[in-house]
T-cell receptor, first 113, second 111 residues
Framework: EAQVTQNPRYLITVTGKKLTVTCSQN?????MSWYRQDPGLGLRQIYY???????DKGDVPEGYKVSRKEKRNFPLILESPSPNQTSLYFC????????????FGSGTRLTVV | GESVGLHLPTLSVQEGDNSIINCAYS??????FIWYKQESGKGPQFIID?????DKRQGQRVTVLLNKTVKHLSLQIAATQPGDSAVYFC??????????FGTGTSLTVIP
């Protein structure tokens, strides 16, 4: 089944403890992206990647890192999480941004205390 | 950043009625638009898209209308069903290949 898989689905962590949210897609898509979703603010892009070893900042990149060493994987790294990074995170991939847009994962609910 | 907004945050309709969800976008150069549906606990799911060289596109029970003059999109759902209850987002793709999403409209279908 064609899908974007994120792990974990739920995570509670403490301020300052590094964490990684994994994302993998099995559709051979070139484009991948991370979004965070907050009430009243909708989906905001954190980072995106047009291809392997090519990553760029989105609208809200502060406090996050990404890497794209392989086409299928696009992990999101929080080096020192803070409470304002408590949010619902979505990974997404696309073969053609102008032909179908993104396929989204099921989301990761992150709480930083 | 770009601004994609929705006129109404919530919408309730009777089962069987038609639903209309509206969206305003801000970048007149955006040339591709998508409507997504997000059910509780799930990621957004593609519904229908439209390019800027069109003003209407129809799918199964859904129609998207694009008015570039006033930078407005709408999603029409015919014969709304309980399974249509969800949050609906519009998204615009700018010339820089950046997608910007609206804040969403929550649609509730009353049986």
């Amino acid at each position: 089944e064609a899908q974007v898989t994120q792990n974990p689905r739920y995570l509670i962590t403490v301020t300052g403890k590094k964490l990684t949210v994994t994302c993998s897609q099995n559709m051979n898509h070139e484009y991948m992206s991370w979004y965070r979703q907050d009430p009243g603010l909708g989906l905001r892009q954190i980072y995106y990647s047009m291809n392997v070893e090519v990553t760029d900042k989105g609208d809200v990149p502060e406090g996050y890192k990404v890497s794209r060493k392989e086409k299928r994987n696009f992990p999101l790294i929080l080096e020192s999480p803070s409470p304002n990074q408590t949010s619902l995170y979505f990974c997404a991939s696309s073969a053609n941004l102008r032909g179908g847009g993104y396929t989204f994962g099921s989301g990761t609910r992150l709480t930083v205390v | 950043g770009e601004s994609v907004g929705l006129h109404l945050p919530t919408l309730s309709v009777q089962e069987g009625d038609n639903s209309i969800i509206n969206c305003a976008y801000s970048n007149s150069a955006s040339d591709y638009f998508i409507w997504y549906k997000q059910e509780s606990g799930k990621g957004p799911q593609f519904i229908i898209d439209i390019r800027s060289n069109m003003d209407k596109r129809q799918g199964q029970r859904v129609t998207v209308l694009l008015n570039k003059t006033v930078k407005h999109l709408s999603l029409q759902i015919a014969a709304t069903q309980p399974g249509d209850s969800a949050v609906y987002f519009c998204a615009e793709n700018t010339p820089f290949n950046q997608f910007y999403f609206g804040t969403g409209t929550s649609l509730t279908v009353i049986p």
